[in-house]
């Protein structure tokens, strides 16, 4: 296995941070050159200087935003040509400021959907009828272990979750006859900023987790539920990643690769 991505041209979504900038690193070290977005062009600047030997840009593009989306993927376009990789990464838990604030269920629920399945769909779009024309084309969604089955959570994030995984699996189905590969990451619990909140929250609410590091009340806080009793890394999701967008994987379509030390084993 090479996971070799010389030559390829890939665009992350939420690269600024956690798994996006993981991702997008590794793409780089196997030889993609990587357009880098985020809500704020300056998050994923830093995560481009560290990147050598391959052209990055860095821009501007919330994926709620029709038009940042077409504006990102036109300069894109008409700068480097096509792309031959999409990494639709970026997500939220709920609506941003809103995790705790039950009462705005309408509010968290339009949120979350806006971000983690149509911000999906809108980038999808973008790229399907170029990667159609070229019969060549590799997305990756990314969905959640909370997206399955008998999970105890309904909320916005779960439900979103699984529309993604849903989506993905429809339009592998649509886009098989094209040669694209679109499949969906399913990561179990992995500490980044996303999960750096949320341990906030929960070591406010639970005395016990507030006597803990950070770190500690994070893994304390799942470790039950992995059977292999570890959380995972960014670069663990990344690998992950990078062989389903890689031609090593050319007959893998409509597939959600687990990265979560066998929590989905529970459901
Ligand atoms: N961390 C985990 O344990 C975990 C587990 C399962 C799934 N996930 C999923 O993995 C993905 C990455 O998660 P992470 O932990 O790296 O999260 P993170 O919060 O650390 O990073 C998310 C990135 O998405 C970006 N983003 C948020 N809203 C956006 C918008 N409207 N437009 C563009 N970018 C936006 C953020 O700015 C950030 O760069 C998410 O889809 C998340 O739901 C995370």
Redesign the pocket.
């Known amino acids: 296995m090479l996971i070799d991505l010389k030559g390829k041209k890939a665009l992350v979504?939420?690269?600024?941070?956690?798994?996006?900038a993981a991702v997008s690193k590794l793409l780089a070290q196997q030889g993609a050159d990587v357009v880098l977005?985020?809500?704020k062009a300056e998050?994923p600047e830093g995560v481009a200087k560290e990147i050598k030997g391959v052209k990055t840009m860095v821009l501007e593009?919330?994926?709620?935003s029709n038009d940042q989306v077409k504006r990102a993927f036109d300069k894109v376009f008409s700068t480097w040509g096509d792309l031959d990789i999409l990494v639709n990464?970026?997500?939220?838990?709920s609506a941003?400021g809103r995790e705790s604030v039950n009462a705005d269920r309408e509010i968290d629920w339009d949120t979350t959907f806006n971000?983690?399945v149509k911000?999906v769909l809108r980038c999808c779009e973008a790229v399907i009828t170029r990667m159609k024309a070229r019969k060549y084309g590799k997305i990756v969604n990314?969905?959640?272990?909370?997206g399955h089955a008998a999970r105890k959570s309904g909320g916005a994030?779960a439900v979103s979750?699984a529309a993604v995984l849903r989506y993905t699996k429809g339009l592998a189905f649509e886009l098989a006859p094209f040669s694209i590969n679109v499949n969906a990451v399913?990561?179990?619990?992995?500490w980044?900023?996303?999960?750096q909140r949320g341990t906030a929250r929960r070591q406010a609410a639970d005395p016990e987790l507030g006597k803990l590091s950070p770190y500690e009340a994070f893994v304390a806080s799942y470790k039950a539920i992995i059977p292999m009793g570890r959380p995972q890394s960014?670069e663990d999701v990344a690998k992950a990643v990078a062989f389903l967008v890689s031609d090593d994987a050319c007959n893998i379509t409509g597939q959600c690769l687990h990265v979560d030390g066998g929590t989905i084993l529970r459901d």
């Open positions: 979504t939420g690269a600024g941070m956690g798994m996006g977005t985020d809500l998050w593009m919330d994926v709620t990464n970026a997500g939220v838990s941003p971000i983690n911000g990314f969905a959640s272990q909370a994030y979750k399913c990561p179990g619990a992995v980044t900023p996303f999960q960014p």
